[in-house]
């Protein structure tokens, strides 16, 4: 907790400083999650304005202090939820242009094991963004809340409203699913190599 109880339980009565200081505490965990589900930087501080407004009207609802942080997780969800439905769309990301031999290339030019090991990691997180936004936005939010954001099952449990064992197969599937597109990625990888094939020498 970044607040204590007594904090949050004046919030709730309607103590509008106490609010004020509990938004402070929580505003960069908040849009920072935000930031990761929708991962659409222009937009993040407007769906946070709205978990906030939204923790304002509907904080006298929580029944213990005890049970705040994963209540505010399922405001936070459920605003990038909506946010996503008003998209009618998921969110863009391209795949890098750039072969393995391009990006050797550029390493070496960069030089210094700085600038590789950014231009590795900027690899990284655009095959693992790809992957993602081949799946469901329900399952790239689950597995981002308990791989990424790091909840535990217990705090997952009170985020969704469902009993563990529920949870522990929506988060099998979910990554089988992330697993079914990587094979899928691989295969169509695998396939363009086949049909093109190596230049052929020209014969004299």
């Known amino acids: 907790m970044l607040v204590d109880f007594e904090l949050i339980e004046k919030a709730k009565n309607g103590d509008d400083a106490a609010f004020g200081q509990v938004i402070q505490a929580y505003r960069k965990r908040i849009l920072g999650t935000i930031g990761r589900l ?43 939820y909506d946010y996503l439905r008003r998209q009618k769309r998921r969110p863009e990301h391209r795949m890098s242009d750039l072969s393995e031999q391009q990006v050797m290339m550029a390493d070496a030019m960069a030089g210094g094991k700085a ?15 790809g ?14 809340l308990k791989e990424v954001e790091g909840l535990s099952l217990k705090e997952l449990e009170a985020v969704y409203n469902i009993k563990e064992n529920a949870l522990k197969v929506r988060l099998f599937r979910a990554r089988q699913r992330v697993l079914k597109a990587f094979g899928r990625e691989e295969t169509a990888a695998m396939k363009t190599v086949l049909r093109d094939g190596p230049e052929q020498p020209e014969e004299s």
């Not at 930087?41 to 407004?53: A, I, K, R, T, W």
């Not at 600038?115 to 900027?122: L, N, P």
């Open 131 to 144: 992957l993602l936004d081949k799946i469901s936005e329900e399952d790239r939010i689950l597995l981002m």
């Open 38 to 80: 929708l991962r659409k930087p222009e937009d993040v501080e407007d769906v946070g304005q709205e978990v906030f407004v939204r923790l304002y009207y509907s904080l006298d609802q929580l029944r213990t202090p005890e049970v705040f942080e994963p209540w505010l997780y399922r405001l936070t969800v459920n605003a990038a």
């Open 115 to 129: 600038q590789a090991e950014e231009v590795r990691r900027t690899k990284i997180r655009e095959t693992v963004h």
